[in-house]
């Protein structure tokens, strides 16, 4: 059977004493929590989280990461230096990094090899805009993405890896695809990890992102191919965060 992951993306949200004052709340509020939790916060606030959560069940991700080890790209934060300080997670493909910073399937695949390589675990989005829902394209968008992002990727790597269903219209929107609409989509991903990895599908967590809060999280989360989810918004408060994670 499958664990439930919980993640928290904060995007670019709190301060690193921001993140102290979180952490000195959260910390307590889950400390017997049995589902695998992680907070990706941006890169200022990694290091006090990172000390901060040392001897809990709290893991530690980043938001992006360049697929270069060092070189002249400024601005950019490179696999090597995150695994340095002890991160252990890095979201990749994020939709946001997709329509603000023109990421695209070939350098999601880049950045996926390039944090393995270094021993971080990925946490690749893909999802669908509401026009391409509307004209039934959902399934042959999201398998090709899919499939471009994992070129060159072998099963034994695929186990590192959560795959994060996230409608882009439904993310910071309030509107949240209905559990049987996103447990297709899920089951649809898993059709594809199958197809490309056999029987290492029925092992990958794939989450569902997208305006995931305390009132819909447990009807999501219970659903057969929705192993838990990459949470926004919702995680920048302790107490609403450790609702979804209690679901």
């Avoid at 000390?51 to 360049?66: C, F």
Wanted: net charge negative.
């Amino acid at each position: 059977m499958r664990r439930k992951v919980i993640a928290g993306n904060w995007k670019m949200n709190k301060t690193p004493l921001e993140t102290v004052e979180f952490l000195k709340k959260f910390i307590d509020l889950i400390k017997d929590v049995e589902h695998d939790i992680i907070l990706c916060v941006p890169y200022i606030d990694l290091l006090v989280a990172l000390e901060l959560t040392k001897n809990t069940n709290i893991k530690i991700g980043a938001q992006n990461v360049h697929f270069k080890d060092s070189g002249a790209y400024t601005g950019e934060v490179s696999p090597k230096m995150l695994q340095d300080i002890g991160v252990e997670y890095v979201i990749i493909g994020h939709s946001e990094r997709r329509a603000y910073y023109n990421e695209t399937d070939e350098s999601v695949n880049m950045k996926i090899k390039a944090a393995l390589e270094h021993e971080l675990k990925p946490i690749v989005c893909v999802g669908e805009t509401l026009e391409q829902r509307e004209v039934g394209v959902t399934k042959e968008f999201v398998t090709t993405q899919i499939r471009n992002a994992l070129i060159g990727i072998d099963a034994k790597q695929m186990k590192k890896i959560i795959i994060a269903y996230e409608p882009i219209w439904a993310i910071g929107t309030g509107k949240t695809a209905s559990k049987e609409d996103a447990n297709e989509v899920c089951h649809w991903i898993r059709e594809e990890l199958h197809t490309l990895y056999g029987d290492v599908a029925d092992e990958i967590i794939i989450q569902y992102g997208g305006s995931v809060k305390a009132s819909n999280a447990k009807e999501l989360f219970e659903m057969s191919d929705i192993d838990g989810g990459l949470v926004g918004g919702s995680s920048l408060e302790p107490e609403e965060f450790t609702r979804i994670i209690k679901f």
